[in-house]
DNA sequence: GATCGCCTGTAAACCGTTTTAGTAAATCGG
DNA sequence: CCGATTTACTAAAACGGTTTACAGGCGATC
């Protein structure tokens, strides 16, 4: 019933326990006829190292943790979580290492970080002040930040996201939005603070918007999901001020106002503009095509995994600088079309 | 530098270790005083248990393995694996859990799995004669299979591939199709074998076209990612023989053949027809919307989960019926169009 | 022929927890 | 006031590996 232990296969061998171990980890220590026999021994008695306790006794346990702020039957909604964990993936591959996810246990981040036995950390859109940081650094365990501030302490991967938020407000100011609404990213732990990243986008939004002239847009938060999107389509003001453009903060929740805007009654783009960001790759295909702007996130996790493979290393890393982000344009805007709204503009 | 121990704490605050332990274990074992100077003791140094000891020790390491037969760095281009992820993690948060990714290391799935400190597994896709599960059972860890052959040892969740397949087949015959192309999935590890849905699903497709009396469809291995979809595409027949109707075993897949025809001129449904399978949420939104054979992914993964977690408590567990699959009829399929095409059919 | 070094193999310490078995002091019933 | 519980705490033994330090045998070297 209860799993075979090293020193099973040692008494069974006839030989010392430090002998299996070595026929398994330093082969060339150990004489030809022994060698053959203690593994042919654990093979029969179908031996395999616990886990937890070669973890315990080598100090390293081959799994780095992804540190998600978010439930996790609710954060692969999105697939950006996917596409991280692509690039993630190659470098883990590549060092033999297997990856833990590690949401919140009973809403503690805290809590899941202490019970989970990985080498090191990659952690998503924490804000430089979560409690969940301190906690990383009393371990003193290596970490990798993406979508955070980075700190002389932990380096930090990020893209240019005011860059591409301002393009993408530039876009629907060129072509003559002047009604424009944002749907916000929601906070992602605290009640209180915006992820770093929803703050950069909105910087880059606003500061298109506000040196073109252009009335304040109206913004409302919604959640990452399609199903959060339609609602904010919902509650966005109808009639005279209806907005011609938003900008959404994800893919996932623009083409949930392009959809509800649809069944609505309305087309897009003709009777409204819609840009996400990311560009995740179901973004191509949607009715129709979304116009958003590009991330390369799985560049990022490769990076993120490679900065930190690094610093399991002992070797100290910096952050790199931010990737950059490109406006793909599809088909989801168009020149305003409603002339009457357009005259309010200047 | 280095983590701060139980013993530490224990002579910082004057008390034995296994004071310390109680502090955080079994407080009530602990007059009041003692209790809150040990506290007090641990939080001003900073003091977490080290995860690997903890699990050596306690027998469990609060994680749950999922064992992937593919690479990371592919897998997710597939939403599959994160709709699965969300029902095990529905289940995960209810029982203080975390999940465990585990994919092949160079190539092996059996020292990945050796190599993983888990509590149990759930196995993807694995065919009944896997090694894997060889291993899986030396070890004598509870483990869950989805998608494979249920056996004695372990209890499996399944859909009904075969009905899905065979409603998807039906939906083209009564649409008049008589030329068709299947595009198989590939197989998982092995080169020789197919992974047991393959094999289910191609039996259903198989059987409603047989019972029809119509000709053997043509059938290619593609992959799950929409640029397989694509490849599979171009490499069906052009010409006299060119099928009107596709049936996926993805929807990835099916969205690549979408994409390729139209980029080849053809129009979807018009000039072909196309079902894909699993309905992913991304098919709902794609240009024409997909029609697709639904299976509960969400609810398939909440039902490996819940089996687990019985099975680690040591009750034994039976494999539940499968789960049923039912065809959504979207706008990717239409009656064929060319007559010239038809009176080849009977 | 003694010395050196290499080749095999072992005993014991160590990794950092939890848990079992037990002890001394305090409390209790009678 | 005495034996039986209860309370508060501890020493030591797991848990299952790896690693360090060392020992015996044997051929080569001088």
Same mark, same amino acid.
Not at 22 to 25: I, R
């Given at each position: 019933m209860?799993?075979?232990?090293?020193a099973?296969v040692?008494?069974?061998?006839?030989?010392?326990?430090?002998?299996?171990s070595?026929?398994?980890?330093s082969?060339?220590?150990?004489?030809?006829?022994?060698?053959?026999?203690?593994?042919?021994?654990?093979?029969?008695l179908?031996y395999?190292?616990?886990?937890?306790?070669r973890?315990?006794?080598?100090?390293?346990?081959?799994?780095?943790?992804v540190?998600i702020?978010?439930?996790?039957?609710?954060?692969?909604?999105?697939?950006?979580l996917?596409?991280?964990?692509q690039? +993630?993936?190659e470098?883990c591959?590549?060092?033999?290492?297997?990856?833990?996810?590690?949401?919140?246990?009973?809403?503690? +981040?805290?809590?899941?970080?202490?019970q989970?036995s990985?080498?090191?950390?990659?952690?998503l859109?924490?804000?430089?002040?979560?409690s969940?940081?301190?906690?990383l650094?009393r371990?003193?365990?290596?970490t990798v930040l993406?979508?955070?501030e980075?700190?002389?302490a932990?380096?930090?991967?990020?893209v240019?996201?005011a860059?591409?938020a301002?393009?993408?407000?530039?876009?629907?100011l060129?072509?003559?939005?002047?009604?424009?609404?944002? +749907?916000?990213?929601?906070?992602?732990?605290?009640?209180?603070?915006?992820?770093?990243?929803?703050?950069?986008?909105?910087?880059?939004y606003?500061a298109?918007?506000?040196e073109a002239?252009v009335?304040?847009?109206?913004?409302?938060?919604?959640?990452?999901s399609?199903?959060a999107?339609?609602?904010?389509f919902?509650?966005l003001?109808?009639g005279?001020?209806?907005?011609?453009?938003?900008l959404?903060?994800s893919?996932?929740?623009?083409?949930?106002v392009v959809t509800?805007?649809?069944?609505?009654?309305?087309?897009v783009?003709d009777?409204?503009?819609v840009?996400?960001?990311?560009?995740v790759?179901?973004?191509a295909?949607t009715?129709?095509?979304?116009?958003?702007?590009?991330q390369p996130?799985v560049?990022k996790?490769?990076?993120?995994?490679? +900065?930190?493979?690094?610093?399991?290393?002992?070797?100290?890393?910096?952050?790199?600088a931010?990737?950059s982000?490109r406006?793909?344009?599809r088909?989801?805007?168009?020149p305003v079309?409603n002339l009457?709204?357009?005259?309010?503009?200047?």
């Open positions: 209860s799993r075979v232990t090293i099973e040692a008494s069974a061998a006839g030989v010392s326990k430090t002998a299996v070595f026929a398994f980890n082969p060339e220590r150990l004489g030809q006829a022994t060698l053959e026999r203690v593994l042919g021994v654990a093979q029969d179908g395999t190292p616990h886990p937890a306790a973890a315990l006794s080598m100090r390293r346990s081959g799994t780095i943790g540190l702020p978010q439930r996790l039957s609710t954060v692969f909604a999105n697939p950006f996917g596409e991280l964990i690039g +993630l993936g470098l591959e590549e060092h033999d290492l297997t990856l833990l996810l590690v949401p919140p246990l009973n809403g503690s +981040l805290e809590g899941a970080i202490r989970a990985v080498d090191g950390f990659i952690s859109g924490l804000s430089p002040d979560d969940a940081l301190a906690v650094d371990i003193g365990i290596p993406i979508d955070s980075g700190s002389p932990h380096p930090a991967v990020n240019d996201d860059g591409g301002r393009a993408a407000a530039g876009h629907l060129e072509l003559g939005h002047r009604q424009l609404a944002i +749907l916000v990213l929601p906070p992602a732990r605290s009640q209180v603070h915006s992820t770093p990243t929803a703050v950069r986008r909105l910087a880059g606003r298109a918007i506000t002239g009335p304040a847009p109206h913004s409302v938060i919604a959640g990452i399609v199903a999107g339609a609602r904010a919902d509650s003001p109808k005279k001020h209806r907005p011609t453009g938003v959404a903060m893919d996932m929740a623009a083409i949930g509800a805007a649809q069944a609505s009654g309305l087309l783009p009777d409204l503009s840009v996400g960001f990311d560009d790759p179901a973004s295909w009715n129709p095509p979304l116009t958003t702007v590009r996130i560049e996790g490769r990076m993120a995994a490679r +900065l930190l493979i690094q610093s399991m290393k002992g070797k100290s890393v910096e952050s790199p931010p990737l982000t406006l793909i344009v088909s989801s805007t168009a079309r009457d709204l357009r005259i309010n503009g200047r």
